[in-house]
C-alpha cells in the first residue's frame, strides 16, 4: 500500500509519500508545494491542486491522508487553512483516492506514542522510522508522520475487522445449553 501523507497549508503544502511492505515503511520521497505569497489566493489554491495531481500521476498512491484543522487563533488563517485542505482534497477525490483525515493528536499518537508530542520528537521518529538520513522540511515531515500515522491506523482498523468478523463465541451462561 502506498499513502500520499498531506499537511495542508495556504503558502506550505508538504507531502509525503511512504509505502507500506510487510511490517516495513519505505520511504519514497517527500516535499513541499510553495506558492508566491503575491500570487493571488484562488491561483494559490489552483497551485496546491495543480501540484497535488502532479505528484499524484508521479506516484500512484493507493490512498490519501491528510491533517485535519486543529484550530487557528485568526479565523482569516482558518478561512484559508480549510481552503487548501478543500483543494488538496479535492485533488486527491479528482484522482479517484480515497482520503482520511487526522487530528495532529492522532498522528503524534500513532508516530511518538503520545498525543501531546513536540513537533521536534515527531520529526526524529519519522526519521528512524523511515531510515531518512536527516530530518525532512517542516511541512514534508508532518506530511509523513500522517501517512505513517494512516497505515498505522489501517493495521488496526483491520485488526479490528478480523475480530468482528469471527464468529463470537457465547455472550453469555444462559445462551449454554446445559
Known amino acids: 500500500m502506498i499513502v500520499l501523507g498531506i499537511d495542508p497549508g495556504s503558502r506550505i503544502t508538504?507531502?509525503?509519500i511512504v509505502?507500506?511492505?510487510g511490517n516495513r515503511l519505505i520511504h519514497i520521497d517527500n516535499g513541499a508545494i510553495y506558492t508566491e505569497a503575491a500570487t493571488d489566493f484562488p491561483g494559490r489554491l489552483k497551485k496546491i491542486f495543480d501540484g497535488l495531481?502532479?505528484?499524484i500521476?508521479?506516484?500512484h498512491p493507493d490512498q490519501v491522508a491528510?491533517?485535519?484543522?486543529f484550530f487557528a487563533t485568526n479565523p482569516q488563517s482558518a478561512l484559508k487553512l480549510g481552503q487548501a485542505?478543500?483543494?488538496a482534497i479535492v485533488a486527491a477525490v479528482h484522482s479517484g483516492l480515497p482520503v482520511a483525515e487526522y487530528s495532529a493528536l492522532q498522528v503524534k499518537q500513532a508516530v511518538v506514542g503520545q498525543g501531546k508530542a513536540a513537533k521536534e520528537q515527531v520529526q526524529k521518529m519519522v526519521k528512524a522510522l523511515l531510515g531518512l538520513p536527516e530530518i525532512a522540511q517542516s511541512d514534508a515531515s508532518d506530511a509523513l508522520a500522517v501517512a505513517i500515522c494512516h497505515i498505522n491506523s489501517c493495521g488496526i482498523k483491520q485488526l479490528s475487522a478480523d475480530?468482528?468478523?469471527r464468529k463470537p463465541l457465547k455472550s453469555s451462561w444462559r445462551d449454554m445449553k446445559l
Do not use: M, Q
Not at 491528510?66 to 484543522?69: A, D, L, P, Q
Open 19 to 21: 509505502e507500506k511492505s
Open 85 to 87: 485542505r478543500g483543494a
Open 163 to 165: 475480530s468482528v468478523s
Open 57 to 59: 500521476s508521479r506516484y
Open 66 to 69: 491528510i491533517e485535519n484543522i
Open 14 to 16: 508538504g507531502y509525503g
Open 53 to 55: 495531481l502532479e505528484i
